[in-house]
């Protein structure tokens, strides 16, 4: 997990053009969810022994803070002074905005979220695809009826026994290959890849920062890992991404990689705090995930609150 490691772009690159050709969504429409198959979801459903549930959201925040300049609107809308009436039939009615790519709440990327030298995924050009009124293909609307599949949880502070990873820690294929092994798990084909770095936890108990300077995330030679074991999702309770970036000249190399070349749809800043305790009582890792964006047919991205259920 260590933060230094930069790539030049001359080797992003060459390692952009291999996960897109080795990765099994690298060149498919619906880019890797084409990986959970009947077959695996029918085993996820078996991963269910206690029939817990639990979130894997974090509570919508609506604070400004230093990593949420623009944080979801909330307000009650009636009734109209907020006093409902001694008599009669009234309802409580609310609306809600988010800026959905925030830094704070979680929320999924589409396929059609990253634009890389002017195409997304799949070499689609992007002014082909995206306008005003949102996005004609690769939408959230490829997952409109959830996806459904093994969940397996890595806990990399967990594994160097510490309560989160700094900002600017980078968490690399051997930390993931020694948390499967440390954890007993192995991830395989179709499974929905949760890395933990402590993000939520340091957030919960030192306060907000600016993370767009300073978080812990993957780094891009992990995705390697993910492309050998042909992951479907990958899933943070940070931004997947480290800052500052490991790449010399661009920002969100794993954002990149995971969604533009290998077809990876990525939840971003979910909350593990009330899973982890579940797993080590249970003495395992794996679970059945559910996830289940809104149905936005043209949107980036949605707010998701992904369950997983032991």
């Given at each position: 997990?260590?933060?230094?490691?930069?790539?030049?772009?001359?080797?992003?690159?060459?390692?952009?053009?291999?996960?897109?050709?080795?990765?099994?969504?690298?060149?498919?429409?619906?880019?890797?969810?084409?990986?959970?198959?009947?077959?695996?979801?029918?085993?996820?459903?078996?991963?269910v022994r206690s029939g817990r549930t639990v979130s894997l959201a974090a509570p919508v925040n609506t604070r400004?803070?230093?990593?949420?300049?623009?944080?979801?609107?909330?307000?009650?809308?009636?009734?109209?002074?907020?006093?409902?009436?001694?008599?009669?039939?009234?309802?409580?009615?609310?609306?809600?905005?988010?800026?959905?790519?925030?830094?704070?709440?979680?929320?999924?990327?589409?396929?059609?979220?990253?634009?890389?030298?002017?195409?997304?995924?799949?070499?689609?050009?992007?002014?082909?695809?995206?306008?005003?009124?949102?996005?004609?293909?690769?939408?959230?609307?490829?997952?409109?009826?959830?996806?459904?599949?093994?969940?397996?949880?890595?806990?990399?502070?967990?594994?160097?026994?510490?309560?989160?990873?700094?900002?600017?820690?980078?968490?690399?294929?051997?930390?993931?290959?020694?948390a499967e092994e440390r954890q007993g798990v192995r991830v395989g084909r179709g499974d929905l890849l949760f890395?933990?770095?402590?993000?939520?936890?340091?957030?919960?108990?030192?306060?907000?920062?600016?993370?767009?300077?300073?978080?812990?995330?993957?780094?891009?030679?992990?995705?390697?890992?993910?492309?050998?074991?042909?992951?479907?999702?990958?899933?943070?309770?940070?931004?997947?991404?480290?800052?500052?970036?490991?790449?010399?000249?661009?920002?969100?190399?794993?954002?990149?990689?995971?969604?533009?070349?290998?077809?990876?749809?990525?939840?971003?800043?979910?909350?593990?705090?009330?899973?982890?305790?579940?797993?080590?009582?249970?003495?395992?890792?794996?679970?059945?995930?559910?996830?289940?964006?809104?149905?936005?047919?043209?949107?980036?991205?949605?707010?998701?609150?992904?369950?997983?259920?032991?």
């Open positions: 997990m260590r933060t230094t490691g930069e790539l030049s772009e001359a080797a992003f690159r060459r390692l952009y053009r291999h996960l897109r050709d080795t990765s099994p969504g690298g060149a498919a429409p619906r880019g890797a969810l084409d990986t959970i198959t009947g077959d695996r979801v029918r085993a996820a459903v078996r991963e400004t803070g230093p990593d949420d300049a623009d944080p979801a609107e909330h307000r009650l809308t009636a009734p109209a002074d907020g006093e409902p009436g001694t008599s009669g039939l009234e309802f409580a009615r609310d609306r809600f905005a988010m800026n959905i790519h925030g830094d704070v709440d979680s929320h999924l990327d589409a396929l059609c979220h990253v634009v890389y030298d002017g195409t997304l995924h799949g070499g689609v050009p992007a002014a082909d695809v995206l306008s005003p009124a949102g996005a004609s293909a690769l939408s959230v609307d490829l997952a409109r009826d959830g996806i459904v599949g093994r969940g397996i949880l890595l806990d990399i502070p967990r594994l160097h026994g510490v309560r989160w990873l700094e900002p600017g820690a980078r968490v690399r294929a051997e930390d993931l290959a020694a890395v933990r770095v402590g993000h939520r936890r340091r957030r919960e108990e030192l306060g907000p920062w600016d993370v767009a300077a300073a978080r812990a995330g993957l780094h891009p030679t992990a995705m390697e890992f993910l492309a050998e074991r042909e992951v479907a999702v990958l899933g943070g309770d940070g931004n997947n991404d480290s800052a500052p970036s490991a790449v010399q000249g661009v920002g969100f190399p794993v954002h990149v990689l995971g969604i533009h070349a290998m077809g990876l749809h990525l939840l971003d800043y979910l909350r593990f705090e009330d899973l982890v305790p579940l797993c080590a009582w249970e003495g395992r890792w794996s679970f059945l995930c559910v996830v289940a964006p809104l149905r936005l047919p043209a949107a980036t991205g949605s707010p998701v609150n992904p369950l997983a259920i032991l």
